[in-house]
């Protein structure tokens, strides 16, 4: 951290406006996966990779596209993020936090099943225009498993 007094604020500041991008994201995946929302948080060629699990998608029309279909497979969720590390040099910053996420999807039979996603976030950030969006964001998940079932078989 810088010794400057007015370049601490400035760090400061952009660290907690990341932080409420990051809470207002996974405010609009809670809200039925809002796809406008989500892809307003997003830079123009932006983009948001969910790995094998949900894919890679490249622009503000691809991330949009992807979130107007995942509320109907993603039924319920709650995104419960912690544990920020957040870096600022400018106008750019980089990222990293966990989810744990209950949630409630549609199976291929179209059954209602209870599962826990652990994942990681590795994310960058740019400021435009005095505002923090996504430039990218990558989900690593460490586990998608049953509730029931639990996940000891997918963790080493």
């Not at 405010?27 to 699990?53: K, Q, R």
């Not at 691809?62 to 279909?69: S, T, Y």
């Not at 209870?114 to 964001?137: C, H, N, T």
Request: negative net charge; proline residues 3%.
């Amino acid at each position: 951290m810088s010794t400057d007094l007015n370049s601490q604020i400035a760090e400061l500041t952009a660290i907690e406006n990341i932080k409420k991008l990051k809470a207002i994201y996974c405010s609009y995946c809670d809200n039925n996966y809002d796809p406008e929302g989500l892809a307003s948080l997003f830079v123009e060629d932006g983009i948001w990779d969910g790995g094998p699990e949900f894919g890679r998608h490249v622009g503000k029309q691809a991330i949009k596209k992807f979130f107007d279909g995942a509320s109907g497979s993603i039924v319920f969720a709650a995104h419960l993020v912690m544990n920020p590390i957040i870096n600022v040099d400018g106008d750019k910053a980089d990222g990293k936090w966990r989810l744990i996420m209950p949630c409630t999807v549609n199976n291929e039979q179209g059954v209602a099943e209870s599962k826990w996603l652990l994942s990681a976030y590795s994310e960058e950030y740019q400021q435009l225009d005095s505002e923090w969006l996504f430039s990218s964001l990558k989900v690593d998940s460490q586990f998608y498993a049953a509730h029931l079932e639990g996940w000891a078989d997918q963790t080493t």
